[in-house]
């Protein structure tokens, strides 16, 4: 019995050790490249509050700059994820389009 448990811990020991070199949970593409997005999305949400409470007008620009630059990099993620199928977006109808775009004139 004292031989099952230390063969219980040196296979624990062994878990642990392939998880610390990167040998435990794989994450796929698509996991790595929506955490990505989310993330991207999130911080656009924050840069956007800055932006907004910002009291210096040069800060206010710099914030802004670089808000660009997330929205660029999200838009290249969302790229990459449709090309590889993980993001699928459906196409608005003619009538869709027309509906948002009288919505929104009046």
């Known amino acids: 019995m004292a031989q099952a448990g230390q063969q219980n811990q040196q296979q624990n020991q062994q878990q642990q050790q392939g998880q610390m070199n990167g040998q435990g949970s794989q994450f796929a593409d698509q996991d790595i490249l929506q955490l990505a997005l ?58 869709q389009i027309n509906k948002a775009q009288s919505k929104f004139s009046n």
């Open 38 to 95: 989310n993330e991207s999305k999130h911080l656009a949400e924050s840069i956007n509050s800055y932006i907004l409470e910002a009291a210096n007008d040069q800060l206010r620009k710099d914030y802004m700059n670089v808000l660009g630059d997330v929205y660029s990099q999200q838009k290249q993620i969302f790229d990459v994820m449709q090309q590889k199928g993980f993001y699928n977006v459906e196409n608005a109808t003619a009538q």
